[in-house]
C-alpha cells in the first residue's frame, strides 16, 4: 500500500517562505508525474506545480517567479518552496503522484492527506 505523507504547513506572514514536503512510501515500482494542488475556502481543487518524472515543471500563473516545484527520485519526496507568500496563497495544499506499483499495468493516482498553509498578518 502506498501513502503520501505531506508536511511543512503553518501559518506565515506575507513575504514569508514555507517549503511543502510530500515523501511517498510503499511498493513502488515507479512514479511519474507529481504535483501539489490547492483548495481554498470555497474554491475548486487547482493545479498549483507539477512536475515530470524527467523533472519538467509547470506552475499556475499566480504562483510564477515565487515558487518552485522539485523532487528526489531517489527518496520519492517531491518539494514545493513557496517564497514570497501572498494571503491569496492561503490554501489546504495536497501532493499528488501517478504511481505504478511492482504488480500493477498503469499508473494509479494518490493523493496526501493534505496541509494548511496560512498566509496572514
Known amino acids: 500500500q502506498v501513502q503520501l505523507v505531506e508536511s511543512g504547513g503553518g501559518l506565515v506572514q506575507p513575504g514569508g517562505s514555507l517549503r511543502l514536503s510530500c515523501a511517498a512510501s510503499?511498493?513502488?515500482?515507479?512514479?511519474?508525474?507529481m504535483g501539489w494542488y490547492r483548495q481554498a475556502p470555497g474554491k475548486q481543487r487547482e493545479l498549483v506545480a507539477g512536475?515530470?518524472?524527467?523533472?519538467?515543471?509547470n506552475y499556475v500563473d499566480s504562483v510564477k517567479g515565487r515558487f518552485t516545484i522539485s523532487r528526489d527520485n531517489a527518496k520519492n519526496t517531491v518539494y514545493l518552496q513557496m517564497n514570497s507568500l501572498k494571503p491569496e496563497d492561503t490554501a489546504v495544499y495536497y501532493c499528488?503522484?501517478?504511481?505504478?506499483?511492482?504488480?500493477?499495468?498503469?499508473?494509479?493516482?494518490?493523493w496526501g492527506q493534505g496541509t494548511q498553509v496560512t498566509v496572514s498578518s
Open positions: 499528488h503522484a501517478e504511481i505504478l506499483f511492482h504488480t500493477g499495468t498503469s499508473w494509479v493516482d494518490y
Open positions: 512536475i515530470s518524472s524527467g523533472g519538467s515543471t
Open positions: 510503499g511498493s513502488i515500482f515507479s512514479i511519474n508525474n
